[in-house]
């Protein structure tokens, strides 16, 4: 079965520091796919990025990067120059080729402080 | 473009008596699905629905939980009764297809419930 698992409960830090969140998953599928939610606190949860499990290419969007590492089963989130803006909590999910569902991680909740 | 709408907002109810939420998804979104979010977890899928049609119900508590979207569009998640470990955010959310060629789900801001 597939499960996502996001260790960092909680993580704090001051604005314009850099901050990674971890995700790490586990599957017995080929093909699969990886996603990051955010969710700011007016609640409703926002896609930012997915990735094919035969696209390992990182990917930069602005302050935004993943690292997708299938050696590790990782898909990492780090903020650059992080921002009060930023502070949210970020789900990390998967979802399989054959039904699509989306799997999720616990979230971890990211505190920005100015 | 105007974004998934859900209503109420926020709902105080005493267990074992009854709430609806409503979710009137993206237009032209085929796909709707209601999710669970318990505090400190992740969304928990309820029930997907394929225009009028449920693609997915296997973890809806059927006894107590029933949804439905007539004419494929707004659909009603209703709880009946309620029990104490029933509170939780209800998420409504819409995709274009099932085809995960894109993988993007459009979230509304949710419903939050307390059972007291």
């Known amino acids: 079965a597939q499960k996502v698992t996001q260790a960092q409960t909680e993580i704090s830090v001051v604005e314009k520091e850099d901050v990674t969140l971890d995700c790490v998953y586990e599957t017995r599928d080929t093909t699969y796919y990886l996603f990051w939610y955010k969710q700011p606190p007016s609640g409703e949860l926002v896609f930012l990025i997915r990735?094919?499990?035969?696209d390992e290419q990182n990917e930069i969007s602005g302050r935004y990067s993943w690292n997708f590492q299938k050696s590790t089963s990782s898909f990492n989130f780090t903020i650059t120059a992080s921002q009060v803006v930023d502070s949210a909590v970020y789900f990390c999910?998967?979802?399989?080729?054959?039904?699509?569902?989306?799997?999720w991680g616990a979230g971890t909740k990211l505190i920005i402080k100015p | 473009e105007a974004g998934v709408a859900q209503s109420p907002r926020y709902k105080i109810i005493e267990k074992r008596q009854s709430v609806a939420f409503w979710c009137n998804p993206i237009s032209g979104h085929a796909t709707l699905y209601w999710y669970q979010q318990i505090l400190g977890q992740g969304p928990k899928l309820l029930i997907q629905?394929?225009?009028?049609?449920?693609?997915?119900d296997s973890q809806l508590p059927k006894d107590r939980f029933s949804a439905e979207r007539l004419k494929g569009v707004d659909s009603t998640l209703k709880i009946q009764p309620a029990k104490l470990e029933d509170s939780a955010v209800y998420l409504c959310?819409?995709?274009?297809?099932?085809?995960?060629?894109?993988?993007?789900?459009?979230f509304g801001e949710g419903s939050r419930l307390t059972v007291l």
């Open positions: 999910a998967s979802s399989r080729e054959s039904n699509y569902q989306l799997i």
């Open positions: 959310a819409s995709s274009l297809l099932r085809d995960w060629n894109t993988g993007e789900l459009f």
């Open positions: 629905f394929q225009n009028n049609g449920v693609v997915d």
């Open positions: 990735r094919n499990s035969f």
